[in-house]
């Protein structure tokens, strides 16, 4: 039999994305709509520790689902993962009457709920919130699409001022192990190259494929850099590579935090609207130790241990292929 849940603690942890309020702003009013009350958790696990609650209705998340950030903040806790740390978080939340948690995070956030039910025998549902892209389990996360939305707003202003200097650009965005940002934006952005962590692409290559775009009469090039990039980042490879085009005006730019904040895309705000009420109902069914995502349009759930073990790849072939095809 499912056991009774009174009261859900949510919280959001590791790096802020856009749509984590709006998918707060979901867990607290489709709780309070099943009759269950909710406290917030500020500054993620670090809250539980040091007992950061605010109990929440309806109106603490009135206006937030446009808002970038977290309402609830978010820290990254060293003290959760010891022990003694995660047994004064479960003290903690059991005083405040907390018998459920949803976390809204990264795969860091996720091993800790996934460590923290083992534990206490806690039901917990892990919700993906990273503008990185990067879990299993989900063909998106929150914050991604607004995040590429920001970086090709970016590329668009710099493709202006390239276009008018016949200027070659190197543009660095986030992704320390994933070119997911670097990809979509790239593709979206109509780059003429674009280096990844998965991809791998030698500075030859890279100087073969910005030879031919200079054959081609480009009067402008766009370079899409995901941080993580095994060539050391934007401004490396503009080092490396500059001197074989010295008929560009070589410019770096790094677009850093700025691709973290702003006010959710309309996809984001729906994603993060329908997991923020899909974890919720999966805790009134009982379930638990679960990770919701979208798969397929199609709203799902899988165990928070495949989640993650599993190390996502979504860098599809075919986009690949395109970002090269539609570079000439
Ligand atoms: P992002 O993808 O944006 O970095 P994240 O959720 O992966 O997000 P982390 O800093 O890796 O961010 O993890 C968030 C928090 O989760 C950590 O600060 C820590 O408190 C907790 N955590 C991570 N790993 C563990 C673990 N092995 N055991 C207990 N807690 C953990």
Do not use: W
Not at 53 to 76: C, E, H, P, W
Not at 167 to 187: K, Q
Not at 204 to 211: F, K, S, T
Not at 223 to 231: F, H, L, P, R, S
């Amino acid at each position: 039999m499912a056991r009774k849940i009174n009261r859900i603690g949510v919280f959001t942890s590791g790096g802020d994305a856009p749509g984590m309020n709006a998918c707060i702003r979901a867990v607290v009013r489709t709780a309070l709509y099943n009759d269950l009350k909710v406290t917030g958790i500020l500054q993620g696990y670090q809250g539980m520790i040091s007992n950061q609650f605010i109990d929440m209705n309806s109106r603490s998340v009135s206006n937030i689902i446009q808002l970038g950030g977290t309402i609830l903040k978010t820290a990254r806790c060293a003290d959760f993962r010891t022990p003694e740390g995660r047994k004064l978080a479960y003290e903690n939340i059991k005083a405040e009457g907390i018998d459920a948690l949803v976390g809204i995070g990264g795969d860091g956030t996720f091993t800790g709920i996934e460590v923290f039910s083992r534990e206490f025998d806690i039901p917990v549902i892990g919700i993906p919130g990273t503008i990185d892209n990067d879990l299993y389990g989900s063909d998106f996360t929150l914050g991604f699409d607004t995040a590429c939305n920001t970086v090709i707003e970016a590329i668009d202003k710099i493709r202006d001022t390239a276009a008018s200097h016949d200027r070659l650009f190197f543009v660095e965005v986030m992704g320390r192990d994933s070119g997911c940002i670097a990809l979509n934006s790239g593709i979206a952005g109509g780059a003429e190259a674009i280096l990844m962590p998965e991809t791998g692409t030698a500075i030859d290559d890279l100087i073969g494929q910005l030879e031919k775009a200079a054959d081609g009469k480009k009067t402008s090039t766009i370079v899409i850099i995901a941080e993580g990039e095994m060539n050391g980042g934007a401004y490396n490879v503009a080092k490396r590579v500059k001197s074989k085009f010295d008929f560009y005006d070589t410019k770096v730019t790094i677009l850093g935090h700025l691709q973290r904040g702003g006010a959710p895309s309309s996809f984001d705000r729906v994603l993060a609207s329908r997991l923020g009420f899909a974890a919720v109902n999966l805790l009134l069914a009982g379930k638990s130790r679960r990770v919701v995502g979208l798969r397929g349009n199609k709203i799902s759930d899988i165990n928070i241990e495949e989640s993650i073990n599993n190390k996502a790849f979504k860098l599809a072939d075919d986009m690949i292929e395109l970002s090269n095809v539609l570079a000439i």
